[in-house]
């Protein structure tokens, strides 16, 4: 009997193994159409407007999803390329113009551009799109009122292809914002359909199942796990992207990471170390791109409501006593641009970011301290974001033994990622700090509106300071031709010189490692993955 | 029906622990730009601005209706999250506990077999070094060794190759379910993927279950039935696998619950270094996140669990009992 | 027998006029009685070489553990990064990091941390557990259904992730990461204390303390529980592994210690970035030393638990 069963058993499993060559799951497209990218980060949603979206899934929004307008992006000669903030290119507008006396733009839509369901893209989508950006609350509405979008009253539909945004006055960084990921432009039709009396903007849906018009659709999405693009064929938009099929996973594990597109089983490693990409670009077996990040720094944050940093030499006395060169060979392994070691106290050039005119000089460092009434130094926590312990924790260790040379008493602590914003950026009660901000919109006066403007976000420092924010709130929507827009940008960075609440130490840079014959990566200001412009051969 | 205080227990305390957690989930969630007017609009979209008793009212009548909440972190709902986490978590635990089980009662019985000789010793060394053997470390070692410089094993990026899909659900195991499939190639390379991350879980899993099966065969050995056969000139190797062997199932059973809970908590160092999508390295990134209900429903869904599997060991036992004859 | 010997033993040294019998058997038999037991120490550790290592092993350890920071050849915090890096060689034993620091003096000196906060731990959760234990096998009852849902409720967490939101919870500090893997620990004294306990309550010796006028707290605490002593010492040794094991893995996951301060478990995570590249003795050497102290205590709980009871031995 038993036999009996063990037999027919076999036969099952066999005659199983038989259809197994028939119906295999695996991929038949071969691997020259699909392009592999490993990355450290894990997506969320498929919906850049909604509550909770991190970071990571803005991918979406690039390489789903359309804008009306787009940056242009130029070659920086080694295999990669960075967007060029000072082009503005059509996306899903052919054209554009200032109207009303410069407060409005109006937009042309393209005339055959098509969902991924076929239906036409006209400016109803538009306008629903850019009504729910406004509406939903939270960073999609933060994004939009930074060029000076707050109200559904803004946009208006002209005809089926036109589309107007009002602006409250004229403003140089609406254009630049209709530019970033967040204005995308949804199949309203299919969002309305999936749209209930409590979720009117159908959020529900969207975060799930996204409905555009982009370069690529979504063939599978296991969250945690991997994403997998297709190519839309019809894209009208842009130049068709070359390869038909991405599939982007998951792997937190950075030296993993390496690994795999060291041993050719992925072609595109994001977020490498800097140690690993400098030792693959050393190696000259992988394309690796290194570009320094526009408009971003990482930095020390010297918070003004801690005593002894109120006053101006000791904040100076910390910026002499920084081991700049050290920390640049050892937590960036000297990739970025230097940020320290500038000629002149006053800025000679528009140039952003610069570096600051502070060199390591322990005596200096000593003497200010004395001047300052603190020639015995004092104690002070110094706090990490524990999500980006690469780079703060070497660069902590080592600012820590330097400040010890000044009498500068030190305890470093490490702050996990979740408690870092409340205590950082929200309650900004981190006496002295490691911390990096980068503008999306690469302008000076953007950067000192977030980092030194008073109860800003980034400002952790709780800096404070008349002229700068009467500098800022003039300078911000003037426009980049104005004769008064240069020289007020260089006084703003006169005062951060001087004032140092904030010291820099270096810009980082986007650490890319690719396959040979992958080439296409672009630095975006969001530093998030665009696959349309891969090639591989 | 014991369990039900401990489990009540549990949600409270998971409760309890959850919103003690620094950091303002509200905060974390408006992003990077947000001002204190769109936090403000989050913590109330989210429930935070009611007081700590009313949440965990909303919390508790929401437990009973089976909803779990949603995960901020991930944007799942916790329970989807959860189940489908789960089967990579427990499909990885249970193969891990199947070559330790593999590896460990032959040993066990080996050193039984062979009381205070070397042969002992060395069964005695090689399970506690391997308990010994942080499972991050051992974990890191074998990836290094065994993908990176040998070659061997496939790239521990999780549970399949780019190249392969996951086959259709049914039981959440894949190897089974791609076999279910017939589709046979994705089953090895699920298998594959399970080999190191496995290991690595057997090894530190081998000294409980070597040292219970060598105490217990001891025992067995010197029992009077055992006595009695040997009088009776039957064959050392039936009585040592038939007869000793079948009695010593039994606390090697007990031990089983305790090693198979303590592999699921193990998992989330493994599921770290092996990026295994499992509910372990689900909590940690729940947890760095100050994600309330993430981390709620992996604890209850662990404490149910436990409970589970202390019944399952329950029934094993009455199975395994040689009271209860297999032979009639 | 070992329990026997035990017991009568420690009902001397506390009151020796309980039981007439009893305390002229010890006091006529005090330094054979004494003989013996040194006598079956040596037998076992003789009859067991692992055991023999394992003491000897602890030793080492200990005596580093207190003298390494005297004799380690470089200053394990000094950084000097013209040195990052370096490969093993006779200067620098265990090469060193990535910030130029000597990896042996760093592991050397780490002993005294993790030693410490496995002890601390596990003496925090042997004296609150053992105390539970006691209070829930010596009266039963209520008493025993209460810490016994308690133990039960911690031991229905993932200990692990246990451990990891208290750290979380109460902040990220080294105080927090003894805390968190004491309360892990509590149910496994307990649990020891209560079972033993339970056994010792039958004891005669109780009775006799009972009868002679000692209240139930002054029975439980000073006769009863001397006696539970020798099986919690074991329970202790074996836990102190695990409590390494444990503080490790919480560095490793980025929680516990602050830099620049050497441990075991975050140079292997710190390390872990560096395998790839080719950097194996950031991770190698701390791990296996890490290994090997958890090895020592294992073994050494082992040997103590042939000396107390050799049945029991696994």
Redesign the interface.
Known sequence: MKHHIFRTAWAGILALSVCATLSSNVIAASREDTLVIVSGASVNSMDIMRVGTNRPSYQVAVNMYDRLVSFGIRSEGNGGYRYDSTVINPELATSWELVDDGTAYLFNLREDATFWDGSRVTAADVKWSFDRAVTLGGFPGVQMSAGGMNSVDQFEVVDELTFKVKMTSSNKLTLPDLAVPVPIVINSKVALANATAEDPWATEYLHKTPAGGGAYMLERWEPGEQLVYTRFDNWKNGPLPAIKRVIVREVP????R??LV?KGDADVALGL?N??SK?LSEADKLTVVSTTIDNSMHAVGLNMNFEPFKNVKVRQAVAFAMPYQ?IF??AAYGLGAKMWGGASTSPTTTVWPQPFPYDTNIQKAKSLMAEAGYADGFEVPLSID?SF??WT??T???M??SLGKIGIKT??????GASWRTKALVEKGLELHLKNFGGWLNYVDYYFYWVYQKGHLFNSMNYMNPEVEQLVDVTLPMAVEDPRYEKNIKRLMEIGFNDVPLIPIWQPTLEVAMAPGVEGFVNWFHRQLDIRSFTKK | ML?V???I??IV?AFV??R???GDPAVYFAGITADEESIAQIREQLGLDKSIFHQFIVYCKNLTQGNLGVSLNTGQSVASELSARFPASLELTLTGLALALMAAIPLGILAAVNP?TWID?LC??FV??G???????SG??LV?VFY?LLGWAPSPIGRLDFFYLSPPKVTGFYTIDAMINGDFETAAAAAKQLILPAITLAIFAL?PIA??T??AMLTAMGSEYVKAATANGIDRRKIIFVYALRNAMLPLLTIMGLVF?YL???N??VE?VFSWPGI?SF??DA??ASDFAA?QG??LV??VM??VLNLVIDILYTLVDPRVSIDG | MGDLLLNKKVVRNTDTKLDPELSQHSQNSATPEQHDWRQQTWYILS????SMFSIVLFLIFILVGITGPFWVPFDPI??D?SI?LQAPSFLHLFGTD??GRDVFSRVVVATRLDLWIALSAVSISALVGTSLGCLAGYFGGWYDRIIG??A??I???????LA???V??L??SLTNVIYATALINIPFFIRVARAEVTIQRNHQYVQAALLSGNTHLRTLVFHIFPNCLPALMVQMSLNM?WAI?NA??LS????GV???VAEW?IM??EG??????GE?WL?LFP?LI???A??CF??LG?ALRDLVDPQK??
């Open positions: 594990n950075s030296s993993t390496r690994a060291e170390p140690k690993d030792e050290k060979d050892t524990l312990a690469e924790e070497p902590a260790i080592l820590q033994e305890t470093i602590n490490k702050i996990p | 369990a205080p401990s489990l227990g549990v305390v622990l959850t003690s957690l620094p205070n010793h005695r060394i506690t070094a308990a010994s053997t942080p499972i991050f470390f890191l070692l290094f990176y000294a040292r219970m060598r105490s809970s699921l908590g193990a989330v160092l770290k372990g909590a940690v947890l760095v981390v992996f604890i662990m404490a436990f409970v | 009859q067991n070489p692992i000094a950084s990064t990052a990535h910030l849902r308690i039960d409720t031991l229905a967490f993932p200990l692990f992730v990891m939101g208290i979380a919870v902040g990220n592994g094991l490790a893995g490793f996951i980025g929680l602050r830099p620049p478990g292997v995570a872990a970035n560096y395998i790839i590249s194996w991770v791990g890490l290994m090997l958890v090895f294992n073994l082992d031995r696994t």
